[in-house]
Antibody
């Protein structure tokens, strides 16, 4: 079964850090671009970051540039998001998603919740 | 950044109705548009990619059309299970991906 499972969410104070993980299974992880997409409470979807198969290209939304870092470990079939200098507006459910060659997100994880609050 | 504008924001329809949701891009995205359905507390589900291609396993009552800046998602015969929020998503480059604000579909 093709699956993405996120972990690492939680409650963190403003200015703090958190590292999210996403474990992939059921497909050749190293063959796909991967992404993080988030959704603030009661709001719409926001693309956060993309990473190429070999990590040679990484892209970020302006809202997280310079604070978040996307990475991957193809040997472990895992995707990561290091989040630093967290702000209240980063509070959201964070989804790991596979970016298909059709430029659509065809596989999504169940999401992990990040709450930034004092 | 490319802005995506969906309309309407909320839609109420009855089972059996034909429903259309529109998504407009602030500049041409050729056919790089996808549609998703999201139910409360769940991850989005891909319905349509490349503007008009139906994702595997998605019922044929869902269809997409358009190119350039104007796109539509049509549900030909609304079913009770089609409630939820629908999002369009554009791809202009790997550094420029945006979603519409969503259309909430309620079944009367």
């Amino acid at each position: 079964e093709v699956q993405l499972v996120e972990s690492g969410g939680g409650l963190v104070q403003p200015g703090g850090s958190l590292r999210l993980s996403c474990a992939a299974s059921g497909f050749t992880f190293s063959s796909y671009w991967m992404s993080w997409v988030r959704q603030a409470p009661g709001k719409g979807l926001e693309w956060v970051a993309n990473i190429k198969q070999d990590e040679s290209e990484k892209y970020y939304a302006d809202s997280v540039k310079g604070r978040f870092t996307i990475s991957r470990d193809n040997a472990k079939n895992s995707l990561y998001l290091q989040m630093n200098s967290l702000r209240a507006e980063d509070t959201a459910v964070y989804y790991c998603a596979r970016l298909h060659a059709t430029n659509a997100f065809d596989i999504w994880g169940q999401g992990t919740t990040v709450t930034v609050s004092s | 950044d490319i802005q995506m504008t969906q309309s309407p924001s909320t839609l109420s329809a009855s089972a059996g109705d034909r429903v259309t949701i529109t998504c407009r891009a602030s500049q041409s995205i050729r056919s790089w548009l996808a549609w998703y359905q999201q139910k409360p507390g769940k991850a989005p589900k891909l319905l349509i990619y490349k503007a008009s291609s139906l994702e595997s396993g998605v019922p044929s009552r869902f269809s997409g059309s358009g190119s350039g800046t104007e796109f539509t998602l049509t549900i030909s015969c609304l079913q009770p299970d089609d409630f939820g929020t629908y999002y369009c998503q554009q791809y202009n480059s790997y550094s420029s991906i945006t979603f519409g604000q969503g259309t909430r579909l309620e079944i009367k």
